[in-house]
């Protein structure tokens, strides 16, 4: 029987147990000198001034809106493609999520479509950095400046990844990374909150530790949360941002073998195109594919997982009771044909030609 194939898996070896062990030997788990030494990394990587680690992506966001104001009767724009915890983030502080429509070609948030939903209960925008490929910065920073409105970016999928130059996360006041297992890189759960500004840092913080500037004093200025980080996380995630360049350079190669064999073979089976401005990082390599749930179903029966793409917001379920105004045929599209192919660290070259192998077949 062939060996099963996963759509990711983290690569975890010794160097975690490693660090973990630094852990052990310290005897402190709650947030201390590796928590430090990672947000230390994170700075590092990506040019921010401040790096905050909280216990995940979904807590990051709620901080940064919480500490631009962000609440009741406040509207934030959301792309229609992207995780649900992005909007409900925005539902956790009292605001309201406003969906909006994404290009066809990036799956990012469409800023035109954008600036014809601001309106004077607009606090914000959130763009979404997705598939590990950035959203048009440029044309974002020219919207949230012309209407005086924040940017707080989801760059949950972003480790590593760069628009012009600049790491994704530090373009608006605010922005959050994921490590959450399944990322480019992961402490098993795991965000961290990008700034350059010294206020709103200090405000992330005290959100994040009860509401308090220092730790293990019982007066507390504001109101605040338990969204710590552990000592634990910290020491995994050093051992993976010691791993990201290889990680980033194997998941290149990843996706330039696929586009090299299976760019052109059927027109059924298209490539994601990348704007020439962005640096990405191939968390993991998709396609736009006819009858993608037949294809889905046939690779499934050769031991090979694939992924959906996110299920547009403006469908979720959970959100039938909101007032969800436009279309958003692209979305639906989209959804329709995405499929991300298995895409770890850990794929080995065999088990890739049998992906390819696979697809290749299906379209005969």
Known sequence: MKDFIPQIEPWI???ELHQLKRVVES???????????????VKELTGAKHAVAVTNGTAALYCCLKALGVGPGDEVIVP???FVASANAVIMTGASPVFCEIRSDTFCIDVSA????????????MPVHLYGQSADMDALQRLAASESIFIIEDAAQGVGVKFNGKHVGT???LGILSFYGNKTITCGEGGVILTDSDELKEECYRLKNHGRSVKGIFKHEAIGYNFAF??????????????????????????????KELSSFSSAFEPVYVDPRSSPVYWFTSFLAQDRKNLQAFLREQGIQTREFFYP?????CYSN???????KTSEEVYTKGISLPSSYMLTGDNQMRVIDAVKEFYG
């Open 171 to 173: 373009f608006g006041e």
């Open 80 to 82: 229609n493609i992207t």
């Open 13 to 15: 070896d010794e160097e």
């Open 313 to 317: 917001l403006h469908l979720q379920p």
């Open 230 to 259: 552990t000592e634990m996380q910290a020491a995994i995630g050093i051992a993976q941002m010691n791993k990201l360049s290889r990680i980033i350079e194997r998941k290149s190669k990843i996706r330039d073998l696929y586009y």
């Open 322 to 328: 909101m007032r969800i105004e436009g279309e958003f």
């Open 114 to 125: 954008a600036e014809k939903l601001v309106n004077e209960n607009t606090r914000a925008i």
């Open 27 to 41: 005897t402190y788990v709650t947030e201390h000198a590796l928590t430090a030494e990672f947000e230390e990394q």
